[in-house]
C-alpha cells in the first residue's frame, strides 16, 4: 500500500473530475480470498443478509445456509468491499414481519425453498458504516421428484390460481374473523399453497391480510370498500373436505409494527452483531452516530424459478456451463473498477467512496470455501 497511495494520488490529481478512474494493478491482485467459516466473515454475511430482507417486500424472510464463497477487496483507507455468495433458505416468516432471519424457523425439507445470493456489501468499521450496495438472489423449490421417493403422501405445492386454494381461503379467513371480538380482517394475497390427500382433498394455504373498515356487528352485510392500507399479519389456513364434513383451521401472527405490545425493533439498520470487532474507545467518542445503509436504497430483486428438472443429463459435460441457480450481480462491467459514491453514508466530508469490481468469476473460488452448511442434505444446496 504504502507505494501504491502516492500513485494513486498522482492518478486522482490527474483526472480529480472523472467520475472514476483506473486502479494501478490487475484485478486479481485486490481480491483476498478469505475463509469461508472465519467468524467476520459469517458476521458480514450476517449483516448483509439482514439487510437484503429488510430490503425487501415479497416473500419470505431468507436465512444463510452457508457462505458460498467470499472475496475482500480491502480499499485504501479502512473499508473493505465484501463480494459474497451466500446459500440461503427460505423460512417461515413474511418479510413483511421484519424479523431478523434468526428469529425465523427454516422450512421442513418438503417445503423448502433454496437458493443463492450474490451480494456486494461495503464496510467500514471506523466509521461504523456497513452498507448494502446491490444484491440478486435465485430461489427455487425443492424438486419434488425427489422428495417423493423420501415422503409419497408429503403435501405438495398447489398453483396460487386454483379455485380450492382460494376457497381455503375464504373458509378459514371466514372462521378467523368470526372468532375475532371486534375488528375484521380482509385478504390481501395467497403467498404459499399447498394439497395433500387426507380423508379428501386438503389445501393448505399462507396468505396476507389487512384490517376492514367492517366490525364484526356488519359482518356479512358490510359493503365498505376494503381499506388501502398495508398488509397486518400473515394467516396459516386449511380446508379439508371429507364426503360427510368439512374441516376448517386458521391460525394469523401479527407483524411486530402492527403490534406494539409486543417487543419493538430496534430502528437502527445496522447494528453489527456480537462477533464484530469492537471499535476503539477513542473513535467512538468522536464517530458520528451509526448511520443506517436502509437510508439508501440497496439495488436488488429475489428471482423465483421452477424446480429444478432433475433428469441427470446424458452427457454431464454437455450442459456444464448451464447455471442451475443463475444470478447476475454486477455494479460495473469496467475491469478496472468504478468508484461508489458513498458520500451520503458519513456524516463528514472525508468520506472513503469505495471502488467496486465486477463480481468475481465462480472458477476461482477461495480454497476455504464453501463454509460448513446449516442444513446439508444436497436437496437443499445449490449445485
Ligand atoms: C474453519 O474450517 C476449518 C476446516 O474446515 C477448521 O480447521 C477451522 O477451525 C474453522 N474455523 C473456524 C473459525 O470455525
Ligand atoms: C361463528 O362462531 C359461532 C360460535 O363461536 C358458531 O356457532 C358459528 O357457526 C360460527 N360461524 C361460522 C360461519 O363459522
Ligand atoms: C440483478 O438481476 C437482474 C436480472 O434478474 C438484472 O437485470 C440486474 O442487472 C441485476 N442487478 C445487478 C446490480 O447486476
Ligand atoms: C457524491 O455525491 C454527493 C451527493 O450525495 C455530491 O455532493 C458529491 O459531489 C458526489 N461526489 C462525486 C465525486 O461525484
Ligand atoms: C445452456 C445450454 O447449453 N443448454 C443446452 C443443454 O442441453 C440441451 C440438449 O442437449 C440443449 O438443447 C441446450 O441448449
Redesign the pocket.
Known sequence: MGLLLPLVLCTLAACCTARSFPLLTNRPLYFLPR?C???DVLATADSALQDINKDRKDGYVLSLNRVRDVREHRQGGPGSVFYLTLDVLETDCHVLSRKAWRDCKVRLLHESVYGECKVIFYINYPKRVLYLPAYNCTLRPVARRKIGFMCPDCPSPTDLSNPRVLKAVHESLAKFNNESTSKQYSFVKVTRASSQWVVGPANFVEYLIKESPCTKSQASSCALQPLDSEPVGLCQGSLTESALKKYVSVTCVFFESQAPTTRGETSTASQGPENFPKVEKAQEKNAEPTLSPSRAVPRGSVQYLPELDDEEPEDPQANGTAEAFPVQLDLTTNPQGETLNVSFLFLDPMSENPVVLPFPKKEHHSA?CPGPAQQANPLVLPP
Open positions: 475463509a467459516n472465519d467468524s476455504a
